[in-house]
């Protein structure tokens, strides 16, 4: 790399996108990815955790496309970055842990399924994203919200392996749901995201497939550095 490179490497930004079904280490290696990169991270799952709490909390019908879309015209959702990642405020709230609730998780597929809500979400993400370097995760980014993102990668593992880990996890927060109800849970939630009608998730055609199963998070964060790399330089 010659000096002019380093500079360009120094100043330029770019969009990072990464996808994938659930547990798959997205968020995990987004936020070292940003960290290390000097970028915001935006967890967009938790943004329609945000809006899920809400309509559980109000008892809005959750089938109900019009009336998800209408809630969520008048609430305010709000990221800040922390030193764990992120802070998620639902109307001014600090809702960062409730969003992570099991019944929260057991419902936001079908509350992000409707075109109402996703219209606002994906206006409001490429809003967050605008203008400056950042890495984005969740389900749609490197085929809706930030089609012309430099990288984007599609990460995945099996569904054992993710259930895995999220048992794992679950375990250090003091949550003791079974292996084979986790791995029940995530395959369902794949399947409902996958085949919902409005920007369901799949990986873009130019996105790259990354396989995490036999990835420590070291290995997977370095790995999609040596791809950002590449596009800096
Ligand atoms: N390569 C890896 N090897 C081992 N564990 C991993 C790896 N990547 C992530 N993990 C662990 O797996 C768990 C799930 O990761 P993470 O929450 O980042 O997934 P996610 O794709 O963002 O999930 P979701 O979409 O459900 O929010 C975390 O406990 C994380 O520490
Ligand atoms: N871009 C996105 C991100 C998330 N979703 C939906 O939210 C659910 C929760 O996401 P997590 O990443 O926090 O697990 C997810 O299962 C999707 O239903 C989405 O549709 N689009």
């Known amino acids: 790399m010659n000096t002019y490179d380093e500079v360009t ?21 987004a936020k070292i990815v940003a960290e290390q990169l000097g970028y915001i991270y935006i967890d967009t799952g938790a943004m329609y955790r945000a809006i899920t709490l809400k309509a559980l909390n ?3 019908d959750l089938s109900d496309n019009k009336a998800a879309g209408e809630l969520l015209a008048k609430t305010a959702i709000d990221l800040q970055p922390s030193e764990n990642g992120q ?15 099991q019944e929260v998780t057991g419902s936001v597929s079908e509350m992000a399924a409707h075109e109402s809500v996703r219209l606002q979400m994906v206006k409001l993400q490429q809003q967050l994203a605008e203008g400056r370097g950042v890495v984005m995760d969740g389900r749609d980014i490197g085929t809706d919200v930030l089609p012309k993102a430099e ?9 054992e392996e993710r259930a895995r880990r999220r048992f794992e996890e679950n375990k250090k927060r003091n949550i003791h749901t079974p292996l084979e109800e986790l791995q029940g849970e995530i395959a369902k939630r794949d399947q409902m995201d996958s085949e919902r009608e409005v920007s369901p998730l799949r990986q873009a055609d130019d996105a790259i497939y990354l396989d995490t199963t036999s990835l420590t998070i070291r290995e997977a964060a370095a790995e999609i550095l040596r791809l950002a790399g590449e596009r800096l330089s």
């Open 9 to 29: 490497f120094l100043t330029k930004s770019i969009q990072i996108a990464l996808d994938g079904p659930a547990a798959a280490g997205k968020s995990t290696i």
């Open 58 to 60: 109000e008892g809005i």
């Open 87 to 101: 802070l998620v405020f639902l109307d001014q709230q600090n809702v960062t842990e409730a969003i992570r609730s």
């Open 151 to 159: 990288l984007k990668v599609f990460m995945s593992a099996s569904v």
